[in-house]
T-cell receptor, first 113, second 113 residues
Framework: NAGVTQTPKFQVLKTGQSMTLQCAQD?????MSWYRQDPGMGLRLIHY???????DQGEVPNGYNVSRSTTEDFPLRLLSAAPSQTSVYFC????????????FGQGTRLTVV | GNSVTQMEGPVTLSEEAFLTINCTYT??????LFWYVQYPGEGLQLLLK?????DKGSNKGFEATYRKETTSFHLEKGSVQVSDSAVYFC????????????FGSGTQLTVLP
């Protein structure tokens, strides 16, 4: 029952460093997405993918890159970390057709100092 | 585009109290509506949903009715438990997308024994 697995759970970066947040799902879901959660702002969509090889921007894509080389994996890259990227990041996946329940990972708490 | 406004928290109740968390929406047409719950240290999980007007979603003693007249989808529970302490999010699909969700800002519920 792995579902959606995110690593790491916690990370501290210095300003300007880069890193990749990993996300993997074992449910053969076509649709995957990354959100950030900030106090009082709910979840905001960063990037999403409707299938392997296809990605698109969400509401707040600046400073982040994604790729989708396989159905299972959807890593999120921070190119040059900034304090404004301090947040909790969630990866989610769902089936491809119509609306289907989104399954979320446990989140990565990132602090940029 | 579609949007959701959610009652601000935090909400603190005693065990067995009645719970209402307000959610109103703005949408084109009549999209599905959702409540997600986030327990401490975990990702979001679907609590309940309603797919058309006048539908009532229910799960774990929680209920919400899709009311198009008042554009509302309020979450209710007749008798809360300490284990219901969590953050609750109202959500609906982004305009023109069946799979992207837009979330409310979340309501923190704390239930005291």
């Amino acid at each position: 029952n792995a579902g959606v697995t995110q690593t790491p759970k916690f990370q501290v970066l210095k300003t300007g460093q880069s890193m990749t947040l990993q996300c993997a799902q074992d449910m053969n879901h076509e649709y995957m997405s990354w959100y950030r959660q900030d106090p009082g702002m709910g979840l905001r969509l960063i990037h999403y993918s409707v299938g392997a090889g296809i990605t698109d921007q969400g509401e707040v894509p600046n400073g982040y890159n994604v790729s989708r080389s396989t159905t299972e994996d959807f890593p999120l890259r921070l190119l040059s970390a900034a304090p404004s990227q301090t947040s909790v990041y969630f990866c989610a996946s769902s089936y491809g057709r119509g609306y289907a329940e989104a399954f979320f990972g446990q989140g990565t708490r990132l602090t940029v100092v | 585009g579609n949007s959701v406004t959610q009652m601000e928290g935090p909400v603190t109740l005693s065990e067995e109290a009645f719970l209402t968390i307000n959610c109103t929406y703005t949408a084109t047409g009549y999209p599905s509506l959702f409540w997600y719950v986030q327990y401490p240290g975990e990702g979001l999980q679907l609590l309940l949903k309603a797919t058309k007007a006048d539908d009532k979603g229910s799960n774990k003693g929680f209920e919400a009715t899709y009311r198009k007249e008042t554009t509302s989808f309020h979450l209710e529970k007749g008798s809360v438990q300490v284990s219901d302490s969590a953050v609750y999010f109202c959500a609906l699909p982004v305009s023109g997308s069946a799979r992207q969700l837009t979330f409310g800002s979340g309501t923190q519920l704390t239930v005291l024994p």
